[in-house]
């Protein structure tokens, strides 16, 4: 934390402080009396304590569903439950983690304005701004499908960019992209940490995020705040994101620190974000406000983080409209993201767009997506098996597992590196003299490493 904490001098942060030392137990109650299962709590996020009992029984459980679901996760309280539980699909959206990875490429012109801006404080404004837009998308309550080891998700057709995401590791699961356009390379290699509480679960973002500006070769490094999902069985499910976002820019030591307020009681302080670009001496530049489901705004400071005189607040970011009553709550970028208008010439067989259970799923048949999902299952175990007896490991194709080793927050990370493999195939691809047109969406999926297993 900088030297000038403006949370330990009252004025623009004065009530953070407090907020975070009362998150936990501002709107939470057990509602044991009620139900008799130990340890479930139940949070109202537009509510106080009161109502817990009545807000346990909301929620898009059936109640038989609901009850036989907390009797079987209640053995994993406390543990971390990222690919140990099979889950019903009647919680998944349409969509794989991967397509998800993507949805941070919404906003990419923030980091195309990061690129061509000369301030070096106005860079971290803009790219910090991009950073919180995916937030937005966060917010929903459906669960992607965790992606089959081999699985990629193309992007083309938006904002000049290619995106290329691949499932690298299945014990762990670890997803890595790359995604580059005139103004920036993006690179991601990453895994999630949870702990499951019994009714709601925290999510620690283990990962590395990097992002290079090409016209002064500035390397941007990202650290997001975990997130919490809570009423995962009773109640109305809603996530939150209470902690710190660190922006620094590795080339010259300057950093944003921005604090997501977490949600108190009756709503007070949820989805608000407050922090500061500080340059390398940190010593507080612009202060920056808004609300991570609205906009970002902001404004140049003296070295007290006070606004400078004669200057006002600008609006950095606004989230764009959002289709009405949507079934999952999707965005038109995740609408397009999902559809074959953002595919690339010659889709990979491998890509989440062509997932059976996602498609099921989309097209509303809960039943199909739950045997498709199971299906194939069966079918990467049978490949990891397989794979085991010929003494065989798996080689990602676009990306290349380093030596290196990354700090987070929450723990070390493996680094997976681009490849560059993937450029030269889309290159191919793209000069190709074939004028044969080929339906992507009569494709059949297929991420697996040995070709017999898939016809099975």
């Known amino acids: 934390m900088a030297p000038n904490d403006p949370k330990q001098s009252g004025g623009f942060f004065s009530s953070i402080a407090n907020s975070l030392s009362n998150f936990g137990s501002a709107m939470t109650k057990s509602v044991n009396g009620l139900l008799g299962y130990e340890g479930l709590e139940v949070v109202n996020p537009e509510g106080g304590t009161e109502d817990a009992e009545e807000e346990a029984r909301r929620g898009r459980w059936k109640q038989e569903d609901r009850d036989s679901y907390w009797k079987m996760m209640q053995k994993y309280i ?149 997130s919490k999902v809570n009423n995962l069985i009773f109640g109305r499910t809603w996530v939150d994101s209470p902690g710190e976002m660190i922006m620094t820019n590795l080339t010259t030591g300057d950093k944003a620190v921005l604090y997501f307020q977490p949600c108190g009681w009756f709503g007070a302080g949820r989805y608000e974000i407050d922090g500061y670009v500080y340059n390398a001496a940190e010593e507080p530049k612009i202060l920056m406000t808004g609300k991570w489901n609205e906009s970002m705004s902001y404004q140049p400071c003296d070295n007290e983080g006070e606004p400078l005189p004669g200057t006002e607040l600008k609006e950095a970011w606004r989230v764009a409209d959002a289709p009405k009553n949507d079934k999952f709550q999707y965005t038109h970028f995740a609408h397009k993201i999902n559809s074959f208008d953002t595919a690339p010439k010659k889709l990979l067989a491998s890509d989440s767009r062509l997932r059976p259970d996602r498609y099921a799923l989309e097209q509303g048949d809960l039943s199909k997506a739950g045997f498709e999902k199971s299906s194939l299952e069966e079918r990467q175990r049978a490949e990891k098996k397989s794979r ?61 490493q040995y070709e017999y297993l898939a016809a099975n």
Not at 151 to 175: C, D, K, L, R, W
Not at 178 to 183: F, G, I, L, R, S
Not at 406 to 432: F, I
């Open 78 to 226: 406390g543990s971390d439950v990222t690919s140990m539980v099979t889950l019903p699909v009647l919680i998944f959206e349409p969509m794989s983690m991967l397509q998800k990875m993507a949805e941070l490429m919404e906003y990419s012109y923030l980091l195309d304005m990061a690129d061509e801006c000369e301030d070096p404080y106005m860079r971290l404004v803009y790219s910090t701004s991009w950073a919180i837009s995916v937030y937005y998308a966060l917010q929903r309550t459906w669960k992607p499908f965790n992606p089959i080891l081999g699985e990629t998700y193309e992007m083309v057709n938006h904002g000049g960019i290619s995106f290329i995401a691949e499932q690298v590791s299945h014990h762990p699961p670890m997803s890595a992209a790359h995604a580059e356009n005139e103004h920036f390379i993006y690179d991601i290699s990453s895994k999630v940490k949870t702990k499951f509480l019994g009714n709601s679960i925290d999510i620690y973002p283990l990962g590395r995020t990097r992002v290079t500006l090409k016209r002064d070769g500035v390397v941007l490094d990202l650290v997001p705040p975990p």
């Open 388 to 448: 085991e007896e010929k003494g065989n490991k798996f080689t990602p194709k676009w990306f290349d597992f380093t030596n290196e080793v990354a700090a987070t927050p929450w723990g070390d990370l493996e680094v997976y590196q681009y490849n560059g493999k993937y450029a030269e195939h889309r290159a191919a691809v793209d000069s190709s003299s074939s004028s044969v047109e080929v339906d992507d969406r009569s494709t059949e999926f297929n991420p697996w």
